[in-house]
């Protein structure tokens, strides 16, 4: 069964760091570009971070500089690093990656950056 599992969210103080880990199974991880994507209340889903199977990273503009995307093929993990977290970053943190024309999803862990 092909799944990505997300995980380490939390409540965190603006200015604090969060890491966030992703765990694939039933398909060759080293294969595939992976992304994080975040949905906050009220607002549509938008792209964090992606990284190409030759651990290529992009970054959407409000994270630039401050969170960081890599992966570990031994491990099929792929892990976000938040750092510098501010209030508006709060929001539903997800797993993606697409294959054969196919999106999928994992389930999503909820970052909360409050004081």
């Known amino acids: 069964q092909v799944q990505v599992v997300e995980s380490g969210g939390g409540l965190v103080q603006p200015g604090g760091s969060l890491r966030l880990s992703c765990v694939a199974s039933g398909f060759i991880f080293r294969f595939y570009t992976m992304a994080w994507y975040r949905q906050a209340a009220g607002k549509q889903r938008e792209l964090v971070a992606t990284i190409t199977s030759g651990s290529r990273t992009n970054y959407g503009d409000s994270v630039m500089g401050r969170f960081t995307i890599s992966r570990d093929n031994a491990k099929n993990t792929t892990t976000l690093q938040m750092n510098s977290l501010n209030i508006e970053d709060t929001a539903v943190y997800y797993c993606?990656?697409?294959?054969?024309?196919?999106?999928?999803w994992g389930q999503g862990t909820q970052v909360t950056v409050s004081s």
């Open positions: 993606y990656f697409r294959r054969s024309g196919v999106d999928y």
